[in-house]
């Protein structure tokens, strides 16, 4: 089963607007991940944010997580038409070696 | 520094068949992860590899496995194949094993294999 889930499934936005997309989660977590994902290829490593952290950023993109709420949310902000991807969320357990993944989030950057 | 390698990148296998997949990691990492993901379940993680030990399993039947060499690379082999095992095969490395409780440390994902079963 999932640990994370993704909202909404699909956004579809124009170029230079900025995209927000949620996951929220069960469990307690050690940390949460975003990952990118291009169509065919493999899963690029976004920001990572700690159980005792509240808003990272890196570029572009801001990751902010609530604990009480077991939710954190990715913001893209000017969006480009190479932002056209899936992306994932995914959360690391204390004591748990895996990564649990959400079932993703497809942007669409329209130009 | 080269990322992480896998091959092949497609394979299309017959039902019953059995099938070896290949990781290199990124040159100094010692932990090794691979993941399925297929449009219905999503990434589902398979196991991890650290110093040739199998350190963690996920929910798959025991036709799935894998191994760890000295030098880290991986493979991974699944036998007697079924439809339900077409999917993309990720492998991911990172430096240190347990890195998501204990390290806070990303994992570097290869883009995969592709493999479809007939």
């Known amino acids: 089963s999932q640990q994370g889930e993704e909202d909404p499934q699909a956004l579809s936005i124009q170029e230079g607007e900025n995209a927000t997309m949620n996951c929220s989660y069960k469990?307690?977590?050690?940390?949460l991940q975003w990952y990118r994902q291009n169509s065919g290829r493999g899963l690029v490593h976004l920001i990572l944010?700690?159980?005792?952290?509240r808003e990272k950023h890196s570029g572009r993109l801001r990751v902010t997580l609530d604990t009480s709420k077991k939710s954190s949310s990715l913001l893209i902000t000017a969006s480009r038409a190479a932002d056209t991807a899936s992306y994932f969320c995914?959360?690391?357990?204390?004591?748990?070696?895996?990564?649990?993944f959400g079932a993703g989030t497809t942007v669409t950057v329209r130009a | 520094k080269a990322g992480v390698t896998q091959t092949p990148r497609y394979l299309i296998k017959t039902r019953g068949q059995q099938v070896t997949l290949s990781c290199s990691p990124i040159?100094?990492?010692?932990?090794v992860s691979w993941y399925q993901q297929t449009p219905g379940q999503g990434l589902q993680f398979l196991f991890e590899?650290?110093?040739?030990?199998?350190?963690n399993k996920g929910n798959f039947p025991g036709r799935f496995s894998g191994r760890q060499f000295s030098n880290s690379r991986s493979e991974m082999n699944v036998s007697t194949l079924e439809l339900g095992d077409s999917a993309l095969y990720l492998c991911?490395?990172?430096?240190?094993?347990?890195?998501?409780?204990?390290?806070?440390?990303?994992?570097?994902f290869g883009d995969g294999t592709r493999l479809s079963i007939l």
């Open positions: 944010i700690r159980s005792n952290e």
């Open positions: 469990t307690s977590i050690n940390n």
């Open positions: 040159s100094g990492h010692r932990s």
């Open positions: 590899y650290f110093s040739e030990t199998q350190r």
């Open positions: 995914a959360t690391a357990r204390p004591n748990d070696y895996k990564l649990s």
């Open positions: 991911a490395s990172s430096l240190e094993p347990g890195w998501g409780s204990y390290s806070n440390q990303p994992q570097h």
